[in-house]
């Protein structure tokens, strides 16, 4: 992932690396949410108390509990790890475990993070790697505890943890500058995964019913009427309602939408025929025709 420097940058001739969590993905078939095995985040010799709270925070974000550090600073809880992990303090960071990067190896399909990555198949270490959209497609197929593993700000993983590792992912980003802070590099990557992790969110569902098909009609039946009541010639007639038709093909109205224009239409029309009724009572012009 886009390189992990404590909140400052990683020089790239060096060795910065994101890792990751834990992502129990899933079964072959995606399962539900609630069934399959969530991440864990592991975080390796963390520097900065504030970066552990701020990954706590973004787990709790995306559906994530289980945090593991790997030799972390102390966390005192009037310090920046709980000032920056929000409700995250309340479970995430108080429960999180301390364990040796050895135990993770062992007991978890391994991810390992990393902003800078083998060009080619050269670096055995770095290569190949997946970007977060590409992990979570393959974390779909894999039915194990599995950990995401971000590494120190300064240097990240270095090139031997990350040879101990199943998987490197790498968050695409400007060449000029990929390494990314610690805590901004496990949101962006855990935001990717959330399909994998989030049960629902705050978001209210957005599918969208088309309207039934006789209101559609009656729709494309007033505009017609109302093209004709502009004065329009036949052939502009024609040209405008199947551009109409085709707009409101690739837009899928709503039956509120469609109800909204064909009140607007009908209204329309009304007063087009009420105009054309006076003008022929008082022998007015008509709305000026093409």
């Known amino acids: 992932m886009s390189g992990v420097d404590e909140g400052d940058e990683t020089d790239r001739t060096e060795d910065p690396t994101h890792a990751g969590t834990d ?18 985040v592991v975080v390796v010799e963390p520097e900065t108390p504030g970066n552990v709270g701020t990954i706590a925070r973004a787990m709790k974000n995306f559906g994530l509990s289980d945090l593991k550090l790997v030799d972390p600073p102390e966390l005192k809880e009037d310090g920046e790890a709980y000032g920056f ?22 007991n978890y399909h391994t991810v390992g993070t990393t902003a800078i990555t083998g060009e080619d198949d050269q670096s055995h270490e770095r290569f190949p790697f997946k970007t977060p959209v590409e992990l979570r497609e393959s974390l779909k197929t894999v ?7 971000f590494g120190r700000e300064g240097r990240g993983l270095n090139n031997e943890e990350l040879s101990q590792l199943d998987e490197v992912c790498s968050i695409p980003a400007d060449d000029d500058y990929p390494v990314l802070n610690l805590g901004q590099a496990a949101t962006v990557l855990l935001y990717e995964l959330r399909d994998l992790t989030v049960d629902e969110t705050q978001l209210p569902d957005t599918a969208v019913t088309r309207a039934p098909e006789p209101d559609v009609e009656r729709f494309h039946e007033f505009f017609g009427d109302f093209l004709e009541a ?11 309602a199947l551009l109409v038709r085709r707009l409101l093909g690739r837009a899928h109205p709503t039956e509120r939408e469609i109800h909204s224009l064909l009140g607007t239409f ?13 003008a022929a009572k008082y022998d007015e012009p008509v709305y000026p025709r093409e």
């Open 23 to 40: 992502a129990d993905a899933g079964a072959n078939t995606d399962p539900d949410p609630q069934t399959r095995r969530k991440p864990v």
């Open 85 to 106: 992990a929000g409700h995250a303090r309340e479970d995430v960071l108080p429960n999180a475990d301390e364990v040796t990067f050895d135990e993770i190896v062992a």
């Open 143 to 149: 039915d194990a505890p599995t950990a995401i593993v």
């Open 230 to 240: 502009t004065g329009q010639r036949e052939h502009h007639r024609d040209k405008n």
């Open 266 to 278: 009908r209204k329309a029309n009304v007063k087009l025929e009420h105009a054309d009724h006076l």
